[in-house]
Structures are given as structure tokens and as C-alpha cells.
Nanobody, 114 residues
Framework: QVQLVESGGGLVQAGGSLRLSCAASGSIFSINDMGWFRQAPGKQREWVGSIDSGGSTYYADSVKGRFTISRDTAWNTMYLQMNTLQPEDTAVYYC????????WGQGTQVTVSS
């Protein structure tokens, strides 16, 4: 089983940056790919982006060019660098390990003020 803990959220002004971290523990040897999701108030959780075992990254159109996902080689930590943040990026951000059994973190709040 994999356990995930997000950190790095907070309050930032529009145009600012934040870096989120997702620390993995437990059966990290089983991780092949991971991703970031977010859920804004009153909305469904949506996919933000993913990184696979080869280090390739994939992004939702809404964040492409502004957000960057990276990880360390041992899958101990995954990062989400968020630049040029906008109020519509306000949400709780979650990391997920896709390898079965999949695992979610508890989420970290990101609030972008206008």
C-alpha cells in the first residue's frame, strides 16, 4: 500500500507561484505513474496532469505552459510547480498514485486572490 501526503498549499496573489509536494511512503516500489488532481468548491474533481515511469509528463489544457510536474527518481516525492496562478486555479489539490491499488493524498488547499 502507498501512502501520500501533499504539502505546499497556501494563499497567493494572481500571477504568483507555488510549489506543491507529494511525499510517498509504503510500497513505493509499486509506483509506475502518478498524477495531480484538483477540486474547486461546487465542482467535480479534475485531472491536472500526470508523470509516468519514464518521466514523461501530460497536462490538462487549462494548465499547460503554466504548471510543471516532476519527481525524484525513487518516487519518494512528486512536485507540482505552479506559475502564473489565476483565481480559477483555486482548489484543493490532490496527488494520486495510479498503480493498483491506487492511492490518494488528503489534499492541500491553494487559494489565488485577484
Amino acid at each position: 500500500q502507498v501512502q501520500l501526503v501533499e504539502s505546499g498549499g497556501g494563499l497567493v496573489q494572481a500571477g504568483g507561484s507555488l510549489r506543491l509536494s507529494c511525499a510517498a511512503s509504503g510500497s513505493i516500489f509499486s509506483i509506475n505513474d502518478m498524477g495531480w488532481f484538483r477540486q474547486a468548491p461546487g465542482k467535480q474533481r479534475e485531472w491536472v496532469g500526470s508523470i509516468d515511469s519514464g518521466g514523461s509528463t501530460y497536462y490538462a489544457d487549462s494548465v499547460k505552459g503554466r504548471f510543471t510536474i516532476s519527481r525524484d527518481t525513487a518516487w519518494n516525492t512528486m512536485y507540482l510547480q505552479m506559475n502564473t496562478l489565476q483565481p480559477e486555479d483555486t482548489a484543493v489539490y490532490y496527488c494520486k498514485s495510479f498503480s493498483p491499488p491506487s492511492a490518494w493524498g488528503q489534499g492541500t488547499q491553494v487559494t489565488v486572490s485577484s
